[in-house]
């Protein structure tokens, strides 16, 4: 179930049987030469659309651009301060408590986000540590690349060269989310350089391409549907127990 496709009574309806819902997280940022702009949001947002029409779950709309500065020298990528993702994140969070929502589970598709997102929640419950009433909700986060058997699929089926941004792996998920989007790019190097980076510049300066240890030549729809089939399962067991606390 999604709250982008039901209506209000549904909501209140929904609210009778489950106080969880699922926020999928990510960025608006560059992903090398034929990954998507907008592949750490639309990983999380598949995984989770097809985890609440497999377990009837509600999905919440997608926060859809993060902590991305680093990728700022590429056309197309678009950031937020962490100071403003932390005060965002909290809007949403207090919007869905205010209906009664108690289980908010935050399935995020970007590494570059985490601090914020972890910061944004200890912002949410130092306003109640601070106070003398217990808070009455729970956040979650976690990353869909890390739930319980999806590394092990994603390894299984990209022994080489998965690598560590505009990875294989993701790649294919867009392209099982969007076949049209599929892109047929050369990649120079085959595989790309891997080490550290500081700002936006430097970021441009070490990885030309955009891409940090990755051979995403090798993604396709296919491989995605795999990847996402574990993740959605996964997703499923993982929200379910989260739900039930
Ligand atoms: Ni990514």
């Known amino acids: 179930m999604q709250l982008h496709t039901a209506s209000w009574p549904e909501v209140e309806a929904y609210l009778?049987?489950?106080t969880g819902i699922i926020i999928p997280i990510g960025s608006t940022e560059q992903h090398g030469p034929n990954g998507l702009v907008g592949t750490d949001a639309i990983c999380p947002e598949v995984i989770a659309r097809e985890a609440g029409e497999a377990?009837?779950?509600l999905v919440g709309p997608t926060f859809n651009?993060?902590?991305a500065q680093h990728h700022m020298a590429f056309a197309g990528s678009m950031t937020l301060r962490p100071s403003t993702m932390i005060a965002a994140i909290n809007d949403?969070?207090?919007s869905l408590v205010r209906h009664g929502f108690t289980r908010i589970y935050f399935l995020n598709g970007h590494g570059g986000n985490i601090a914020t997102i972890q910061?944004?929640?200890a912002e949410s419950y130092a306003n109640w540590s601070l106070d003398a009433d217990p808070?009455?909700?729970q956040l979650k986060l976690n990353n869909w690349w890390e739930m319980p058997g999806v590394m092990d699929v994603c390894r299984s089926i990209f022994p080489v060269a998965d690598g560590n941004h505009a990875t294989a792996s993701e790649v294919?998920?867009?392209y099982y989310a969007y076949p049209?989007?599929?892109k047929d790019v050369e990649m120079t190097p085959k595989v790309a350089p891997v080490g550290g980076f500081a700002d936006a510049a430097d970021y441009r300066n070490r990885f030309p391409d955009g891409r940090i240890g990755s051979d995403p030549s090798q993604a396709s729809a296919e491989k995605g549907a795999k990847i996402v089939a574990a993740a959605r399962d996964a997703l499923v067991r993982e929200a379910g127990n989260f739900f039930k606390r």
């Open 92 to 94: 949403w969070i207090d």
């Open 16 to 18: 009778k049987t489950s």
């Open 119 to 121: 910061a944004a929640f």
């Open 180 to 182: 049209d989007a599929v």
């Open 135 to 137: 808070c009455p909700y």
């Open 172 to 174: 294919s998920v867009t």
């Open 55 to 57: 377990s009837g779950m």
């Open 65 to 67: 651009v993060g902590v």
